[in-house]
């Protein structure tokens, strides 16, 4: 079965350009959560959707970043414009809990660094 | 909101030896609390989890124990072996719709 498919692997971009990661979640599955992971901050949620549609976004950090997920097969999250203090690895997760009370399978991250 | 400490933040074990992990919350209206491993360069994977109306779970080497009037539960890994090395995270759900994950523990395994 596949899993969660996040793209791309490895980004590494100039500080001030628009970064864009993608998610694939598992067929079937109506949660999404976007999470950021840092050695200082370690595995922080960013947003949360539930069937397409965010639930809670209190965890983005500032309105340079935005996600969304236009349908159940796809999301992304965008940072623009990007700082060197977003350098670190961002993941996705899905679940077939509505209600976040249910294993989550991650994907392998997509490590991003700002020069 | 829920807050979970997870303690230690390192453990160095023989091979062969046992292993245990720590967690606490603090709301007590959280009733799922998984235990995921994560390799490097890896994300996180589920290894166990247990609710609320359970004390105990095993599956061959791991077991997790739960203690809902003190709020806390651990990871208990028997027979460690180098394979076992690793980040464990504990996390806690349910009392809102956001899990909430500790700071994890890199377990060392030597050989």
Known sequence: DAGVIQSPRHEVTEMGQEVTLRCKPISGHNSLFWYRQTMMRGLELLIYFNNNVPIDDSGMPEDRFSAKMPNASFSTLKIQPSEPRDSAVYFCASSFSATGEGPQHFGDGTRLSIL | ?111
């Open chain 2, 1 to 111: 909101g829920e807050n979970v400490e997870q303690h230690p933040s390192t453990l160095s074990v023989q091979e062969g030896d046992s292993a245990v992990i720590k967690c606490t919350y603090s709301d007590s209206a959280s009733n799922y609390f998984p235990w995921y491993k994560q390799e490097l360069g890896k994300g996180p994977q589920l290894i166990i989890d247990i609710r609320s109306n359970v004390g105990e779970k095993k599956d061959q080497r791991i077991a997790v124990t739960l203690n809902k009037t003190a709020k806390h539960f651990s990871l208990h890994i028997t027979e460690t072996q180098p394979e076992d090395s690793a980040v464990y995270f504990c996390a806690a759900a349910g009392g809102s719709y956001i899990p909430t994950f500790g700071r994890g523990t890199s377990l060392i395994v030597h050989p």
